[in-house]
């Protein structure tokens, strides 16, 4: 009984902040505590949702959505094996928040494999002026003619594609967000080439770019354009073909980093001194390009033979 007690005399915001702490469907279930407890959830400000395995989200997710009564959200979270027919659901998740105001977002199609199906992110999330952080995995982007995220701060991709009607998304997008001050590209448009133009994002500080699929058959090249970047990082598993660096001008930290994920898809057929000439033909591209900055990091996995021509 004395513990109980305990938490009858919680007030309101002690409540919420315990709630906000879980998620949502055990935050949900602390309705069953008592009379003070039993509405609580319907005021959460963070609402975080993970698909356990064998186990479908959709029900629970919309049953919390109709109950909701508060006005504003802080984190919505949503981690989901996302299908095709799933998409109609997910925009109606997404217009949720976008509508609640919603400051941290974070959508995770929890994708793996390249046949793995995308979910193509609608346009009134490039128009949510509450947006502070932005991550989303497995999407393709088709951006609005007008949006504006005159808010955010980060932006997270992986695994993102780009529509067919949109030129300079990464161009576009960073147009949108003048405040944006980190942004990481995470294994995106592996099979195309990538143009990552900010210059419209003035106050970006941070680039990192990810690409840990391997492919030692990559065509593909990569064009940079960060003229307010003051630290970028390349880690990669392969690197692509070629690289345009335009204006990195104030750059003070550059970090090239090569996957530990490599020694997983080495065959032996592959010979090593080609694979290693790659990498180094890819390094003495970048270098000329950051001569200039404070700090350099160069992290090769030593303990893999190829690799020790680059570092002598």
Partial sequence: MAD???????????????????????????????RQWKDQWRYLSNIVVKQPPRKEIEPSLASF??????????????QL???????EQVNSWMWFAVTKEVEVLKLDTAMDGDKDPLYLTPPFVFCCES??????KGCVVELPDSGNLPNLRTLSLRRMEVGRT????IRKLASMAPMLERLSLV???RTRNINIDVSGSPRLKELSIIETKVDLARTTGMDILAPS?????????????D?????????????FAISEQLREYLWTEVREDWLSLRYHVALLNLLPHFQNVKVLRICIPYHLPMFKKIIG
Avoid at 11 to 33: C, G, H
């Fill in 81 to 87: 094996n996302y299908l095709p027919d799933k998409e």
């Fill in 131 to 136: 947006l502070v952080s932005l991550s989303l």
């Fill in 229 to 241: 970047v003051k630290k970028i990082i390349f880690l990669y598993a392969s690197p692509r073909k």
């Fill in 4 to 34: 109980i007690n305990m938490f009858e005399k919680l007030d309101q915001t002690e409540l919420q902040m315990i709630l906000n702490k879980l998620p949502m469907q055990d935050a949900v279930r602390t309705s069953l505590l008592s």
């Fill in 166 to 169: 949109n030129g300079g998304t």
């Fill in 243 to 255: 690289y345009n660096i335009y204006d990195v001008s104030n750059c003070i930290e550059f970090t």
């Fill in 187 to 189: 294994n995106c448009m």
């Fill in 65 to 78: 959505i109709s109950g909701f009564w508060g006005n504003k959200i802080h984190k919505f979270h949503v």
